[in-house]
């Protein structure tokens, strides 16, 4: 049987936290890759990636929101340090070639929706593994 796992959700995205109130969810004012560069930072301090950096299909460039669960760990993830470094680079790499737009908000809020709904069905998941 498998420990228990304290998992947390790291994110730039309202509708993740009202969505999830019993989660650990820490809703953060930041850009894509600020939520990126935050969760490398709890890498460092020995926490691991749940789910992958750069899911779902929408282009770094082309969303504002970054959803990223993590579990608390007690040393450094080796795997999760190279993910994320290689997430943040190929974010960078999109937004030097093609900045985000400065999207209306009813574009924005569909964006929260998609986020939203590939964090759901990947939440159900983990949940499941763990």
């Not at 009202?18 to 935050?38: A, N, Q, W």
């Not at 040393?75 to 994320?84: A, N």
Request: charged share 30%; glycine share 4%.
């Amino acid at each position: 049987m498998k420990e228990s796992v304290k998992m947390f959700i790291v994110t730039n995205n309202s509708k993740i936290k009202e969505s999830f109130p019993e989660k650990d969810v820490r809703l953060i004012d930041t850009s894509y890759i600020g939520v990126l560069e935050e969760c490398r930072k709890y890498i460092h301090k020995g926490s691991k990636l749940l789910s992958h950096p750069l899911y779902g299909s929408v282009k770094p460039n082309e969303t504002p929101y970054r959803t990223v669960i993590m579990a608390e760990g007690d040393g450094l993830d080796y795997q999760s340090v190279e993910l994320i470094e290689d997430a943040i680079n190929t974010a960078s790499k999109f937004q030097n070639d093609k900045k985000t737009p400065n999207w209306i908000e009813s574009v924005m809020d569909d964006f929260r929706v998609i986020d939203l709904d590939i964090m759901t069905n990947t939440i159900s998941r983990i949940q499941y593994e763990y």
